[in-house]
């Protein structure tokens, strides 16, 4: 069988044996309730505390606040707004931009809608960039929360979130950042920063399904999202996921070792390559700070979602846009917010690295996509001429 190649890591990751080692004896005999007061209990809840330390470690946040489990980066995002609007009752609006997750953004709509939340969405410019003197425009003290993402999902773009924060504090709104797209792909370090709450995904760096974290900054108000039991001090109610938390503190362990300078350069060369190689392709996202797994391209005349068939035949799995929005022929919110040319939105791919992707990887993808954007191209009423 042809051997796949994965390009697809902002997606999702494989799994890493060492966490998958780590979580089996919480699937097998280690299966008790870190509630309980009982010998089973032990094991379980020690291993709780442990994936703790692990995840606080890998934020550099020792010492700072505490890790809320939760069952994934939606979660996490959907607990820490709804927690600072709650806190705060007179203050009834929210910063965001307009580029976020739909995580973000379809809850804030949803607040915008049925509860009477004013949310401002910061635009960005076409390099992904977020609006500054429009962000300073809309804080305020009438707003409670400011929550913007760490690095973007489809073309990899950084937000200065250090620099953010600290205009959020000035104006007294609580700050989050959607960071399951930064850690475990760039280092974040959250010691001495203004940011209050952090959301991150273990699928998103070699941990499982199904589990996230929310890291709240010592001191800041909360208010739980799902009550019940006294599980997580009350924080988030529930029999905890150990076999998943335990994954997830394995994964953040091993993230702390990833070299993302070897990353880059891989990405650098499947970026450069394709330019070398293909006309009319342009690189989408900050050319100065971005996610070094993350390469966002867009081919003029040709169509994105025709290009990702024809690449997932030659075996080769990307993105066209945000995965969510696969399937659908329109731009990605993403590209559209960019406001990247007509002829080349329709054509945008993502390629996402993992530590695991080889050269050789990279090269057989130099070979493919030429002759895939040419073909397509060629069916183009416009292609084949504006690219000569
Ligand atoms: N935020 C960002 C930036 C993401 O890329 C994703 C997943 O694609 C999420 C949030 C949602 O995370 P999860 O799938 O763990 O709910």
Partial sequence: MMERVYLDNNATTRLAPEA?????????????????????????????????HAVLELLGAEAD????????????????????????????????????????????????RQEGVTVHRIPVDGDGRLDIEAYRAALSPRVALVSLMWANNETGTVFPVEGLAELAHRAGALFHTDAVQAVGKMSVGLRGTDIDMLSLSAHKFHGPKGVGALWLRRGVPFQPLIRGGRQQRGHRAGTENIPGIVGLGRAAELALCVDHGAVRLL??????????????????GDPLDRLPNTSCLAFDFAEGEAILMLLDRAGICVSSGAACASGAMEPSHVIRAMKVPFTAAHGAIRFSLSRWTTAAEIDR????????????????????????
């Fill in 267 to 284: 990405r650098d060369r499947l970026e450069q390559g394709i330019l070398a190689r293909v006309p009319k392709a342009r690189v989408l």
């Fill in 20 to 52: 998958l080692q780590a979580m089996l004896p919480f699937l097998t005999e280690e299966f008790g309730n870190p509630s309980s007061l009982h010998g089973q209990g032990r094991a379980p809840a020690r291993a709780l505390m442990a994936a703790r």
């Fill in 365 to 388: 993808l130099l070979e493919v996509l030429p002759p895939v954007v040419d073909q397509l191209r060629a069916l183009s009423p416009f292609g084949a001429e504006e690219v000569k």
């Fill in 65 to 112: 606040g505490e890790i809320l489990f939760t069952s994934g980066g939606t979660e996490a995002d959907t607990t820490a707004i709804r927690s600072a609007l709650a806190a705060d009752p007179s203050r009834r609006e929210i910063v965001t931009s307009t580029v976020e997750h739909a995580a973000v953004l379809a809850l804030c709509d949803h607040l915008e």
